[in-house]
């Protein structure tokens, strides 16, 4: 079994429980008034493993699964087994925390504002992948085929926008800084992929 279907699987068991058991949702949620005022640090991650809803559950479940495979083994094939595994487990979860960052220092005395989900990390897996196949075609809705290089530049030109002019319950803080953190995070621990991305930019361009 991968971690990744490992990974979906203990996000499926946390967030249902958070489905049935308010109490726990709340105490697991990404609040930056609580992480400020009374430490609870945990959150920063915790939150990545609790969602909305099964639509929100589903989506992001769907979405690492089908990224998070082939990312997944291309760790493994540069850092071999072990390293691979710890590293990809790492950076989900960096990702994860980093991407709440933004929203925990901006809305750190907004006692309203909690988010929760596995968007961030989501994101940041979905751009190591663009980064291995900037050419490969990512399909918006499961319909339009779009080259993954141009929708990575237009999932970020969005979520930069929505952050400062959407009003919604959706951090697209998160979404931005998560895609950037994984990408991050990739070429600091294999900064070759930068020059392999170049290369596959001219040399993969589709004709």
């Not at 596995?118 to 339009?144: H, K, N, T």
């Amino acid at each position: 079994m991968s971690i990744t279907i490992v990974i979906v699987i203990i996000t499926g068991i946390i967030s249902y429980a958070g489905f049935t058991n308010q109490g726990l949702f709340y105490r697991l949620a990404h609040w930056p008034t609580k992480e400020y005022y009374h430490q609870e640090y945990h959150r920063l991650i915790t939150s990545g493993f609790v969602h909305g809803g099964w639509l929100h559950l589903l989506i992001n479940m769907f979405v690492l699964w089908n990224f998070g495979e082939i990312v997944e083994r291309h760790f493994l094939l540069f850092f071999g087994p072990v390293k691979g595994a710890i590293y990809y487990v790492l950076v989900y979860l960096l990702v994860i925390v980093c991407a709440s960052l933004p929203s925990y220092f901006d809305k750190k005395s907004n006692e309203s504002y909690l988010a929760v989900g596995a968007s961030g990390g989501v994101s940041g897996i979905v751009f190591i992948y663009i980064l291995l196949y900037p050419w490969e075609m990512l399909y918006l809705y499961g319909i339009i085929p779009i080259p993954g290089i141009i929708a990575g530049v237009l999932y970020l030109w969005y979520s930069s926008y929505a952050s400062k002019n959407v009003q919604d319950r959706i951090d697209h803080q998160a979404h931005f800084y998560g895609a950037l953190f994984g990408l991050a995070f990739v070429l600091i621990l294999k900064p070759s992929l930068f020059s392999a991305f170049l290369r596959s930019l001219v040399n993969d361009f589709p004709l």
